[in-house]
Protein backbone atom coordinates (compact mmCIF):
# COMPACT_ATOMS: atom_id res chain seq x y z
CA UNK A 1 0.00 0.00 0.00
CA UNK A 2 2.54 2.24 0.88
CA UNK A 3 4.64 1.62 -2.06
CA UNK A 4 1.39 2.60 -4.26
CA UNK A 5 0.57 6.06 -2.43
CA UNK A 6 4.42 6.66 -3.08
CA UNK A 7 4.17 6.06 -6.83
CA UNK A 8 1.46 7.80 -6.94
CA UNK A 9 2.95 11.10 -5.26
CA UNK A 10 5.71 10.62 -7.90
CA UNK A 11 3.75 10.71 -10.97
CA UNK A 12 1.94 13.68 -9.46
CA UNK A 13 5.34 15.55 -8.64
CA UNK A 14 6.45 14.80 -11.91
CA UNK A 15 3.30 15.58 -13.81
CA UNK A 16 3.41 18.91 -11.98
CA UNK A 17 7.24 19.19 -12.78
CA UNK A 18 6.39 18.92 -16.11
CA UNK A 19 4.31 21.50 -16.62
CA UNK A 20 6.47 23.98 -15.55
CA UNK A 21 9.30 22.47 -17.19
CA UNK A 22 7.61 22.67 -20.09
CA UNK A 23 5.91 26.55 -19.67
CA UNK A 24 5.10 27.49 -22.79
CA UNK A 25 3.34 24.32 -23.93
CA UNK A 26 1.08 24.00 -20.85
CA UNK A 27 0.39 27.64 -20.99
CA UNK A 28 -0.77 26.93 -24.75
CA UNK A 29 -3.06 23.73 -23.83
CA UNK A 30 -5.05 26.22 -20.74
CA UNK A 31 -5.36 29.12 -23.12
CA UNK A 32 -6.90 26.44 -25.72
CA UNK A 33 -9.18 24.93 -23.44
CA UNK A 34 -10.08 28.52 -21.59
CA UNK A 35 -10.81 29.87 -25.43
CA UNK A 36 -13.07 26.72 -26.36
CA UNK A 37 -14.71 26.80 -23.01
CA UNK A 38 -15.64 30.35 -23.38
CA UNK A 39 -16.63 30.33 -26.52
CA UNK A 40 -19.23 27.64 -25.86
CA UNK A 41 -20.25 28.56 -22.81
CA UNK A 42 -21.13 31.93 -24.16
CA UNK A 43 -23.04 29.93 -27.19
CA UNK A 44 -24.95 28.00 -24.50
CA UNK A 45 -26.22 31.06 -22.64
CA UNK A 46 -27.44 32.90 -25.40
CA UNK A 47 -29.30 29.85 -26.16
CA UNK A 48 -30.30 29.32 -22.97
CA UNK A 49 -31.80 32.99 -22.84
CA UNK A 50 -33.41 32.82 -26.20
CA UNK A 51 -35.41 29.79 -25.12
CA UNK A 52 -36.70 31.53 -22.01
CA UNK A 53 -37.51 34.25 -23.91
CA UNK A 54 -39.44 32.29 -26.11
CA UNK A 55 -40.90 30.67 -23.44
CA UNK A 56 -42.42 33.72 -21.86
CA UNK A 57 -43.62 34.48 -25.35
CA UNK A 58 -45.45 31.11 -25.20
CA UNK A 59 -47.11 31.92 -21.68
CA UNK A 60 -48.47 34.78 -23.06
CA UNK A 61 -50.03 32.80 -26.08
CA UNK A 62 -53.01 31.94 -24.18
CA UNK A 63 -56.84 30.26 -25.15
CA UNK A 64 -59.68 32.12 -24.66
CA UNK A 65 -62.75 30.35 -23.84
CA UNK A 66 -65.94 32.15 -23.41
CA UNK A 67 -68.43 30.75 -21.43
CA UNK A 68 -72.81 30.16 -22.68
CA UNK A 69 -74.46 33.03 -22.32
CA UNK A 70 -76.98 30.94 -20.33
CA UNK A 71 -74.89 29.69 -17.72
CA UNK A 72 -75.10 31.19 -14.26
CA UNK A 73 -71.92 32.62 -13.02
CA UNK A 74 -71.49 30.35 -9.79
CA UNK A 75 -71.86 27.35 -12.38
CA UNK A 76 -69.01 29.44 -14.65
CA UNK A 77 -66.74 29.39 -12.13
CA UNK A 78 -67.28 25.87 -10.97
CA UNK A 79 -65.95 25.01 -14.49
CA UNK A 80 -62.35 25.65 -13.92
CA UNK A 81 -61.80 22.73 -12.00
CA UNK A 82 -63.08 20.40 -14.83
CA UNK A 83 -60.63 22.46 -17.32
CA UNK A 84 -57.88 22.44 -14.53
CA UNK A 85 -57.71 18.70 -14.94
CA UNK A 86 -57.31 18.93 -19.23
CA UNK A 87 -54.53 17.26 -20.69
CA UNK A 88 -51.65 20.19 -21.92
CA UNK A 89 -53.44 23.38 -19.42
CA UNK A 90 -50.84 24.37 -16.72
CA UNK A 91 -53.67 27.08 -14.93
CA UNK A 92 -56.64 28.70 -15.90
CA UNK A 93 -58.32 31.94 -14.91
CA UNK A 94 -61.72 33.23 -14.37
CA UNK A 95 -62.66 36.62 -15.77
CA UNK A 96 -65.85 37.74 -15.25
CA UNK A 97 -68.04 40.07 -17.98
CA UNK A 98 -67.69 43.04 -14.92
CA UNK A 99 -64.07 42.55 -15.04
CA UNK A 100 -64.08 42.05 -19.15
CA UNK A 101 -65.66 45.10 -19.20
CA UNK A 102 -63.37 47.15 -16.93
CA UNK A 103 -60.56 45.84 -19.14
CA UNK A 104 -61.74 47.07 -21.97
CA UNK A 105 -62.78 50.29 -20.73
CA UNK A 106 -58.84 50.72 -19.52
CA UNK A 107 -57.55 50.52 -22.53
CA UNK A 108 -59.28 53.80 -24.10
CA UNK A 109 -58.61 57.24 -22.37
CA UNK A 110 -62.25 58.64 -23.54
CA UNK A 111 -64.84 56.67 -21.15
CA UNK A 112 -67.23 58.93 -22.67
CA UNK A 113 -67.51 56.84 -25.49
CA UNK A 114 -68.69 54.02 -24.10
CA UNK A 115 -71.40 55.58 -21.64
CA UNK A 116 -74.08 53.37 -23.22
CA UNK A 117 -72.48 50.32 -22.82
CA UNK A 118 -72.69 47.87 -19.83
CA UNK A 119 -71.14 44.57 -18.74
CA UNK A 120 -74.01 42.51 -20.14
CA UNK A 121 -72.34 42.99 -23.35
CA UNK A 122 -69.47 40.50 -22.23
CA UNK A 123 -68.98 37.34 -21.33
CA UNK A 124 -67.75 35.26 -18.73
CA UNK A 125 -64.68 33.57 -20.08
CA UNK A 126 -61.45 31.53 -19.09
CA UNK A 127 -57.97 32.25 -19.72
CA UNK A 128 -56.06 28.97 -20.25
CA UNK A 129 -52.19 28.82 -20.12
CA UNK A 130 -50.93 25.65 -21.83
CA UNK A 131 -47.98 23.38 -21.06
CA UNK A 132 -47.02 22.77 -24.47
CA UNK A 133 -47.76 25.33 -26.92
CA UNK A 134 -46.46 22.78 -29.50
CA UNK A 135 -49.75 21.07 -28.52
CA UNK A 136 -52.14 24.33 -28.08
CA UNK A 137 -54.07 22.95 -31.28
CA UNK A 138 -54.92 19.82 -29.71
CA UNK A 139 -55.96 21.92 -26.55
CA UNK A 140 -58.82 23.79 -28.03
CA UNK A 141 -59.86 20.62 -30.02
CA UNK A 142 -60.76 18.87 -26.95
CA UNK A 143 -62.23 22.89 -24.97
CA UNK A 144 -64.60 22.18 -27.82
CA UNK A 145 -66.27 18.93 -26.51
CA UNK A 146 -66.77 21.30 -23.28
CA UNK A 147 -70.34 22.06 -23.04
CA UNK A 148 -70.47 25.34 -21.35
CA UNK A 149 -68.02 26.87 -23.62
CA UNK A 150 -69.15 28.76 -26.88
CA UNK A 151 -66.30 29.96 -28.18
CA UNK A 152 -62.73 28.83 -27.85
CA UNK A 153 -60.24 30.85 -29.79
CA UNK A 154 -56.33 30.54 -29.87
CA UNK A 155 -53.92 32.44 -32.28
CA UNK A 156 -52.55 29.36 -33.87
CA UNK A 157 -50.39 30.73 -36.32
CA UNK A 158 -48.27 32.72 -33.38
CA UNK A 159 -47.69 29.28 -32.04
CA UNK A 160 -46.43 27.46 -34.76
CA UNK A 161 -43.47 30.37 -35.00
CA UNK A 162 -42.67 30.04 -31.67
CA UNK A 163 -42.25 26.09 -31.91
CA UNK A 164 -40.74 26.55 -35.27
CA UNK A 165 -38.45 29.49 -33.68
CA UNK A 166 -37.74 27.43 -30.62
CA UNK A 167 -36.55 24.25 -32.80
CA UNK A 168 -34.37 26.38 -34.82
CA UNK A 169 -32.16 27.95 -32.06
CA UNK A 170 -32.01 24.75 -30.48
CA UNK A 171 -30.83 23.29 -33.58
CA UNK A 172 -28.39 25.97 -34.17
CA UNK A 173 -27.13 25.56 -30.96
CA UNK A 174 -26.28 22.08 -30.65
CA UNK A 175 -24.59 22.33 -34.08
CA UNK A 176 -22.60 25.03 -33.30
CA UNK A 177 -21.39 23.71 -29.93
CA UNK A 178 -20.69 20.38 -31.86
CA UNK A 179 -18.54 22.53 -34.49
CA UNK A 180 -16.42 24.15 -32.14
CA UNK A 181 -15.82 20.93 -29.77
CA UNK A 182 -14.67 18.71 -32.91
CA UNK A 183 -12.23 21.67 -33.63
CA UNK A 184 -11.10 22.73 -29.97
CA UNK A 185 -10.12 18.59 -29.25
CA UNK A 186 -8.34 18.80 -33.04
CA UNK A 187 -6.30 21.36 -32.08
CA UNK A 188 -6.13 20.09 -28.40
CA UNK A 189 -5.02 16.90 -29.28
CA UNK A 190 -1.83 18.20 -31.98
CA UNK A 191 -1.04 20.89 -28.92
CA UNK A 192 -0.67 17.85 -26.62
CA UNK A 193 0.73 15.83 -30.06
CA UNK A 194 4.13 18.74 -30.14
CA UNK A 195 4.28 18.86 -26.19
CA UNK A 196 4.75 14.92 -26.35
CA UNK A 197 6.92 15.52 -29.70
CA UNK A 198 9.21 17.37 -27.70
CA UNK A 199 9.91 14.73 -25.04
CA UNK A 200 10.13 11.77 -27.18
CA UNK A 201 13.68 11.17 -27.04
CA UNK A 202 12.94 11.29 -22.77
CA UNK A 203 10.10 8.74 -23.24
CA UNK A 204 12.20 6.47 -25.15
CA UNK A 205 15.05 6.55 -22.79
CA UNK A 206 12.71 5.49 -20.29
CA UNK A 207 11.51 2.48 -22.27
CA UNK A 208 15.11 1.77 -22.94
CA UNK A 209 15.84 1.24 -19.33
CA UNK A 210 12.88 -1.01 -18.56
CA UNK A 211 10.04 1.71 -17.82
CA UNK A 212 6.62 0.00 -18.14
CA UNK A 213 4.10 1.83 -20.50
CA UNK A 214 2.02 2.59 -17.80
CA UNK A 215 5.07 3.92 -15.17
CA UNK A 216 6.07 6.44 -18.37
CA UNK A 217 2.06 7.16 -19.48
CA UNK A 218 0.51 8.17 -15.54
CA UNK A 219 3.14 11.08 -15.37
CA UNK A 220 1.25 12.64 -18.65
CA UNK A 221 -1.52 11.68 -17.71
CA UNK A 222 -2.06 13.64 -14.80
CA UNK A 223 -0.35 16.64 -15.92
CA UNK A 224 -3.11 16.37 -18.73
CA UNK A 225 -5.88 16.44 -15.61
CA UNK A 226 -4.09 19.50 -14.45
CA UNK A 227 -4.00 21.12 -17.59
CA UNK A 228 -7.41 20.59 -18.11
CA UNK A 229 -9.34 20.93 -14.98
CA UNK A 230 -7.05 24.31 -14.41
CA UNK A 231 -8.33 25.42 -18.24
CA UNK A 232 -12.05 24.66 -17.31
CA UNK A 233 -12.14 26.13 -13.69
CA UNK A 234 -10.83 29.56 -15.38
CA UNK A 235 -13.04 29.38 -18.37
CA UNK A 236 -15.70 29.20 -15.80
CA UNK A 237 -14.99 31.91 -13.70
CA UNK A 238 -14.21 33.69 -16.81
CA UNK A 239 -17.65 33.26 -18.29
CA UNK A 240 -19.24 33.88 -14.72
CA UNK A 241 -17.93 37.50 -15.08
CA UNK A 242 -18.25 37.89 -18.65
CA UNK A 243 -21.97 37.15 -17.65
CA UNK A 244 -22.39 39.73 -14.78
CA UNK A 245 -20.91 42.03 -17.48
CA UNK A 246 -23.06 41.49 -19.43
CA UNK A 247 -26.17 41.63 -16.89
CA UNK A 248 -25.22 45.04 -15.92
CA UNK A 249 -25.43 46.40 -19.18
CA UNK A 250 -29.06 45.07 -20.06
CA UNK A 251 -30.04 46.54 -16.27
CA UNK A 252 -27.75 49.85 -17.66
CA UNK A 253 -29.85 50.12 -20.87
CA UNK A 254 -33.27 49.65 -18.98
CA UNK A 255 -34.28 46.73 -21.66
CA UNK A 256 -37.40 46.04 -19.29
CA UNK A 257 -38.09 43.79 -22.39
CA UNK A 258 -35.02 41.46 -22.24
CA UNK A 259 -34.54 39.85 -18.63
CA UNK A 260 -31.42 37.50 -18.50
CA UNK A 261 -32.14 34.00 -17.03
CA UNK A 262 -30.14 33.73 -13.61
CA UNK A 263 -26.58 32.70 -13.91
CA UNK A 264 -27.46 30.43 -11.05
CA UNK A 265 -30.26 28.82 -13.04
CA UNK A 266 -27.68 27.05 -14.53
CA UNK A 267 -24.51 27.37 -12.79
CA UNK A 268 -24.09 24.06 -11.33
CA UNK A 269 -24.69 22.44 -14.64
CA UNK A 270 -21.97 24.38 -16.79
CA UNK A 271 -19.54 23.66 -13.97
CA UNK A 272 -20.25 19.98 -14.22
CA UNK A 273 -20.06 20.56 -18.07
CA UNK A 274 -16.93 22.35 -17.93
CA UNK A 275 -15.15 20.42 -16.00
CA UNK A 276 -16.35 17.18 -17.45
CA UNK A 277 -15.02 18.57 -20.79
CA UNK A 278 -11.86 19.63 -19.02
CA UNK A 279 -10.67 16.20 -17.62
CA UNK A 280 -11.99 14.39 -20.82
CA UNK A 281 -9.45 16.57 -23.36
CA UNK A 282 -6.23 16.74 -20.41
CA UNK A 283 -6.51 13.28 -19.86
CA UNK A 284 -7.96 11.79 -22.97
CA UNK A 285 -5.89 13.72 -25.03
CA UNK A 286 -2.63 13.41 -23.05
CA UNK A 287 -3.33 8.83 -23.09
CA UNK A 288 -3.97 9.36 -27.00
CA UNK A 289 -0.68 11.61 -28.30
CA UNK A 290 1.27 9.18 -25.67
CA UNK A 291 0.30 6.19 -27.56
CA UNK A 292 2.76 6.25 -30.91
CA UNK A 293 5.86 6.87 -28.65
CA UNK A 294 5.17 3.62 -26.34
CA UNK A 295 5.15 1.59 -29.50
CA UNK A 296 9.35 2.02 -29.59
Known sequence: MKVNRNRTFYYIKEGVTSIFNHSLMSFASICIIIAFLVIMGSFILLAVNINALIGVLENDNIILAYVRDDIPEEDARALGNTLRTMPNVSRVQFITREEAFEKFIGRYDEEERFRDIDATVFRHRYEIYVEDVALIADTQYELTFVPELDTINANLTVARALVNLRNIVSWVSLIIIAILLAISLFIMSNTIKLATFERREEIAIMKMVGATNSFIRWPFIFEGFILGITGSLLAYFSIFGLYGLA?????????????????????????????????????????FALNRYLKV
Open 247 to 287: AGRVLAIEAGFIQLVPFSNISVQLFMLFSGIGFGVGVGGSG
